[in-house]
């Protein structure tokens, strides 16, 4: 069981808008703001899309947004594209011995 | 450009090691940390530890400490993962993965090597 929370698949047509949710607790996502989404396709590596919970490294597209509001992230991807479908994994820092946590993953499906 | 090349696919017995390496080229190989990042076959993501390959400083997830061991060699960029004492639940791909931050880990992870995977069974 992973750390932090994400619904295991979201799904949206071409164009449209979605939010990905990522639930820890006050000792990760409540206390810090370092945390990180990964775009990862299919035999391939995580892609750093957004850190600092809502930055973007340079070169992403900035339909990829953040946001986090208590002990929960979130990712929106707008004018979501073919390419977008992929697993979406969300990281925090945290207080416990562990020190760094990923959420289990979300699934996009673009229709 | 920045690269990270890791070594191949490898095969272990229970209760064998393997040590995968992770060659970094096209930056100032002491300016980053190296973090190893792991993934079970159809599973996330598990963070393993960092290394500091200026200093040679580790810092490893309690699940990990006392059978990781994260070693660097600066005269050939290079930073090395050991595992111990492995067990089939350790067959995953491991990826060597550089913190975007200089001289710091921020724990987010700019440049990914390709991951090795290493399957232990008997």
């Known amino acids: 069981q992973s750390a932090l929370t994400q619904p295991a698949s979201v799904s949206g047509s071409p164009g449209q808008s979605i939010t990905i949710s990522c639930t820890g607790t006050?000792?990760?996502?409540?206390?810090?703001?370092?945390v990180s989404w990964y775009q990862q396709h299919p035999g391939k590596a995580p892609k750093l899309i957004l850190y600092?919970?809502?930055d973007r490294p340079s070169g992403v597209s900035n339909r990829f947004s953040g946001s986090k509001s208590g002990n929960t992230a979130s990712l929106t991807i707008s004018g979501l594209q073919a390419d977008d479908e992929a697993a979406y994994y969300c990281?925090?820092?945290?207080?416990?011995?562990?020190?760094?946590?990923f959420g289990g993953g979300t699934e996009l499906t673009v229709l | 450009q920045v690269q990270l090349a890791q070594s191949g696919a490898e095969v272990k017995k229970p209760g064998a090691s393997v040590k995968v390496s992770c060659k970094a080229s096209?930056?100032?190989?002491?300016?980053?940390?190296i973090h190893w990042v792991r993934q079970a076959p159809g599973q996330g993501l598990e963070w393993v530890g960092w290394?500091?390959?200026?200093?040679?400083?580790?810092n490893y997830a309690q699940k990990f400490q006392g059978w990781v061991t994260m070693t660097r060699d600066a005269s050939i960029s290079t930073v090395y993962m050991q595992l111990s004492s492995l067990k089939p639940d350790d067959t995953a791909v491991y990826y060597c993965?550089?913190?975007?931050?200089?001289?710091?880990?921020?724990?987010?992870?700019?440049?990914w090597g390709r991951g090795t995977l290493v399957t232990v069974s008997s």
């Open positions: 993965a550089r913190d975007r931050t200089e001289y710091s880990a921020s724990w987010h992870y700019d440049y």
């Open positions: 096209g930056y100032t190989f002491t300016g980053y940390y």
């Open positions: 290394i500091n390959p200026d200093s040679g400083g580790t």
């Open positions: 006050s000792s990760d996502i409540g206390t810090y703001n370092h």
């Open positions: 600092d919970v809502s």
């Open positions: 990281s925090s820092c945290t207080s416990s011995l562990t020190r760094w946590v």
